[in-house]
């Protein structure tokens, strides 16, 4: 992979690139790192996945970002379109992680306000650490038992929205420094309304899908756009991967 900015090498190691980067933890939560690919007009899915748009430099990036984060989250409309299991990784990546004393792997964090998910797949049962479930305080019923019994459930907010800075500040006092979040981009939306997000990964892909596919960002909207300067472009394939980090 190549570096274009800011200075220009024609071969950088993607793990070293992306842990090299500073992500001081904001006061009273974890740094929040999005993780994302859209085609170069815009698509963030292909007949409904991802999928469709990435590739083996992507898949690169997708798994440097994760070898870092103490905790990954992803919400459930993702969790149910692209069939999420549990976390993997390299056995060097996971050897990494011990020797910077974190633990082998990334807890999984769902965010769901109906707690519609399949509980019995394998993101529930062989996750080597109970992922959490992130919902709204007042969720009851059938769903929320079956929560409570395959996961740590946060409970916090109401009316089927959870209050996604206080779940942060949670995870933050369980001890995480660096959440990454891997969409979709209704959870975006609502991470970017309440400024929560400190930095965005971003692949474009070379592709143009045309169509009303969605965006990587929907639904919420911050008063004012939130302004993130560039800290790195990669390029490999004509995938172009933007880094871009509150300053
Ligand atoms: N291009 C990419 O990098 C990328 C990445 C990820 C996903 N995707 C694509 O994006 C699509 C899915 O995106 P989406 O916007 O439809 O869905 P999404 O953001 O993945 O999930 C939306 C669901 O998450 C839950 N949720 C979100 N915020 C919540 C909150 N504050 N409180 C409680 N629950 C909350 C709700 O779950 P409940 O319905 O359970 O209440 C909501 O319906 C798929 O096509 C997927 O392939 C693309």
Redesign the pocket.
Known sequence: MRRIFPEPAEAVEVAAVYIGARRPPPPGRPWVML????SADGA??VE????G?GSPADRAVFFALRAMADVVM??????R??GYGPPRLSEEAQAARIARGQPPLPRMAV???????DWGSPLFTDSPERPYV???ADAAGEGRRRAEAAAEVIAT?SK???D?ADALARLGRDGARLVLS???????G?LLRDDLVDELDLTVAPSLVGGDA?R?V??GAPPQPVRLPLAHALEEDGYLFLRYARA
């Open positions: 993780d994302m690919i859209a963030a899915a409904g996945r991802a999928r748009l992803v919400a459930a409309g993702t969790v379109a692209e965010v769901s306000g109906s707690l519609e998910l992130i919902t709204a907010g089927g929205t959870a996604l891997e969409g979709g981009p209704s959870l975006n609502a969605i990587i929907r639904g």
